[in-house]
């Protein structure tokens, strides 16, 4: 079912926002996420059997099997593409919100920070592209991806449009700024004028530009270019977040009324198009795209819907929130991946703000864990350092521990049964998911004999196994093929690049995460 024609129904229909410029196509109503038709997801080579394998006849599809190796649980941190706690090095104010006398050694500080499986940056385009032509991605940012690549660390990367805590100097390139119209935001009402004081004692953000502009568009279209050049299928990069409308990027400009557009259509329009660029760019790297309610009427629900249906992934800005963004996260497509952005306080944790024995942080965590996410960041608002994050590790050890070792998938081959069939050695594997999302892609599973040949190989269903679920999967071995001694091993497939996944399960497994297939089930009598 496509969106257009979902939006032609009856319930839709009803549902649709009428504005004073006329009706909105793609500004729908809040929509069950759990029951949308989104598609099948991403496409699956080489699907395997996944059953179901009755033994009995009349409708026996395979021999009489048995259970000849299971696997358990870890507590471990398993490292694996597509899941894990994100330190942020820049975020709403660039390196002035590092609180170090020596920036550079506490860049290399959050970069080591042990719980951090990923860094994430955020600067300005003025910052990555001060002039036409050619990126030019200033010191701390080199630093900082050195710095992750001797040190193991993965990347996720955003370029603002709107930074409206930089006070220093705007986000837009001065070659774009000086050629674009600009438009100036209006408060909504008194009551909003102190929640965006800050907003309007900061020149550069108090307008927006014409993103429809001609001009505008064009030196967008070559930064997405070259963006993706540098970053398209990095195996450094684990995501880009989606340029989207307003502050930060988040889809918004909060308290104010008005957008830079003349009506919705020319604003929706506009962002599906600029979503349409990054598609065509980034055809091998996840975009992140904010569930952001659609507060400033510039068509954030169809670019969340396209998102998804292109099989990239979403996120958000804070756990506590908005309902309709606790339903996109936790009701998304399995094989969708989610980052949740929720600040711990930018102070030393304090044990009087606990109440009923949780404090504020140990409540955000359960939360995060709640709606399922792959990523969460380590991130203290506007006071970034390793020393804050450390403190708040040193005082609630459990829960940090906890979300660290079960956010996002974990995958393992739980049950193991053989069986022969007409010369043929057969496997079913039953996996299983520890973690708390899908796998967010495609999970390709091979086994190997002891040598490193390949004897069989295939997928699951995309986002399959689901968390407390087993996945059946049937491998047909060559014939004269003995089953112990193989190796089972699984890659994660997303946007057609192809990333080692090691299996998140007690027993030992081999350098490479792989595991050797020998009998250990021992049945007490």
């Given at each position: ?8 129904s ?33 496409e699956?080579?080489d ?14 599809a ?21 899941r ?106 008194k009551?909003?004028r ?33 963006l ?8 450094q ?35 599906v198009?600029?979503l ?16 952001q309610?659609?507060?400033s009427?510039?068509?954030n ?139 967010p ?46 190796k ?38």
């Amino acid at each position: 079912m496509q969106r257009r024609d979902f939006l032609k129904s009856g319930i839709a229909a009803a549902g649709a926002l009428s504005l004073s410029t006329g009706q909105a196509p793609g500004m729908v109503r809040a929509h069950d996420w759990g029951k949308y038709d989104f598609g099948s997801g991403p496409e699956v080579r080489d699907r395997l059997n996944q059953g179901p394998f009755p033994q009995y006849p009349p409708d026996a599809a395979i021999p009489g099997d048995e259970v000849v190796m299971t696997t358990t649980p870890t507590d471990a941190v398993v490292s694996n593409y597509g899941r894990g706690l994100v330190t942020y090095v820049t975020a709403d104010m660039g390196t002035d919100e590092i609180k170090s006398p020596d920036v550079n050694q506490e860049i290399e500080r959050l970069v080591k920070f042990p719980l951090g499986e990923l860094i994430y940056l955020r600067p300005t385009w003025r910052e990555v592209q001060p002039r036409p032509g050619r990126l030019e991605m200033p010191e701390y940012l080199k630093l900082a991806f050195d710095l992750a690549k001797k040190n193991r660390k993965r990347v996720g990367l955003r370029v603002q449009m709107s930074a409206p805590d930089y006070f220093h100097e705007a986000a837009l390139p001065d070659f774009v700024l000086n050629k674009v119209p600009k438009v100036d935001l209006v408060m909504s009402a008194k009551e909003d004028r102190k929640a965006g004081q800050r907003f309007l004692d900061n020149p550069h953000s108090r307008y927006q530009p014409r993103f429809d502009d001609p001009y505008f568009q064009q030196c967008f279209k070559e930064l997405v270019g070259l963006l993706a050049a540098e970053f398209n299928g990095n195996l450094q990069v684990e995501f880009i977040d989606t340029f989207m409308y307003g502050f930060w990027g988040e889809g918004h400009t909060w308290p104010f009324a008005n957008n830079p557009f003349p009506d919705y259509q020319t604003a929706e329009r506009t962002w599906v198009q600029m979503l349409e660029v990054q598609l065509d760019s980034f055809t091998k790297t996840p975009l992140l795209t904010n569930t952001q309610p659609d507060y400033s009427r510039v068509g954030n629900s169809e670019v969340l819907d396209r998102t998804v249906r292109s099989n990239n992934w979403i996120r958000s800005d804070t756990i506590f929130i908005e309902n309709e963004q606790i339903e996109a996260l936790s009701n998304r497509p399995p094989w969708i991946g989610a980052l949740l952005e929720q600040a711990l306080p930018g102070k030393p944790p304090t044990p009087t703000t606990a109440h009923e024995g949780i404090s504020p942080a140990e409540n955000m965590i359960a939360h995060v864990m709640d709606i399922g996410a792959n990523y969460w960041s380590l991130w203290n608002f506007h006071q970034i350092s390793a020393k804050n994050l450390e403190s708040y590790y040193e005082a609630y050890p459990v829960w940090f521990d906890r979300i660290n070792s079960r956010i996002g998938y974990k995958v393992r081959p739980s049950f193991i049964w053989s069986y022969a069939d007409a010369g043929n050695v057969g496997l079913i594997v039953g996996f299983a998911n520890d973690g708390i999302a899908g796998v967010p892609g495609v999970l390709r599973v091979t086994v190997e004999g002891d040598d490193g040949k390949k004897l069989a190989s295939g997928c699951l269903d995309a986002g399959y196994p689901l968390p407390g679920k087993i996945r059946q999967a049937q491998f047909v071995l060559p014939a004269g093929t003995k089953w112990q001694g193989a190796k089972l091993k699984a890659e994660i497939e997303v946007k057609g690049m192809s990333y080692p996944v090691r299996w998140a399960c007690h027993q030992t497994l081999n350098e490479d995460g792989s595991l050797t297939l020998r009998p250990n089930l021992r049945q007490e009598v």
